[in-house]
């Protein structure tokens, strides 16, 4: 079992390997970021960002919550987004979600009484159950949660280009492309479902009047 101590153990010998590999490693690193990546994916341990696509420090700016949700009044996913697009001006935003997603499948019961705060969060992915409500109950009942899952991509693709932040972007600013991708927690890889540029035409009552 892991304990906070051995966790300690194991940074300081990460530590010493990358320096002994690299003398200036950190202090290059400390200078500035510069990634090209903004990652929105769950919070789930078993999909960490960094080690799924073979990336390294300064590579990534992350972002993770449960069901890798961009919600328009979540002040803390907001932030991240308007960081990463106005200031470190990253080339692709990715929503990274996953099958045997734990916040979809819950989000697929009854709410709970023990979880209140967590019901709240979840009941976005309710709305979009609603949303494909005909499709999801006339599929298989065994595919229905991945199915889920990935139109809960799908839709936070969407709601990243429902933002003022990433409309500004796409007209006056870098243009930064937005990727709604699926990790396979049984195979270790990913697929890309949805693919949005600056020519995408946005949902008239979406659109930020100029
Ligand atoms: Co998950």
């Known amino acids: 079992m892991q304990t906070p101590s051995k966790l300690l153990l194991e940074n300081k010998a990460w530590s010493q390997d990358m ?14 970021q510069r990634p090209d990546f903004l990652w929105i994916g769950c919070a789930d341990s078993r999909v960490p960002a960094e080690t799924v696509v073979n990336a390294q420090p300064g590579e990534i700016f992350v972002h993770r919550n449960i069901a890798n949700q961009v919600i328009t009044t979540d002040f803390n996913c907001l932030s991240v987004l308007q960081y990463a697009i106005s200031v470190l001006k990253v080339k692709h935003v990715i929503v990274c979600g996953h099958y045997g997603c734990g916040g979809v499948m819950a989000a697929m019961q009854p709410q709970s009484g023990d979880l209140l705060i967590a019901n709240k969060w979840l009941l ?58 699926v990790y396979g927690l049984n195979d270790g890889l990913i697929d890309e479902l949805i693919k949005l540029d600056h020519n995408t035409q946005i949902n008239p009552i979406y659109r930020y009047a100029d």
């Not at 320096?19 to 500035?32: D, G, H, S, T, V």
């Open 19 to 32: 320096i002994a590999r690299q003398p200036n490693y950190f202090n290059e690193l400390a200078k500035e």
């Open 124 to 181: 976005h992915i309710k709305d979009v159950y609603r949303l494909h409500q005909e499709e999801l109950e006339s599929i298989d009942p065994g595919k229905k949660t991945d199915r889920l899952v990935e139109l809960n991509i799908v839709e936070q693709v969407y709601r990243l280009a429902h933002t003022s932040i990433i409309q500004s972007a796409w007209k006056h600013g870098h243009k930064p492309t937005i990727h709604g991708w």
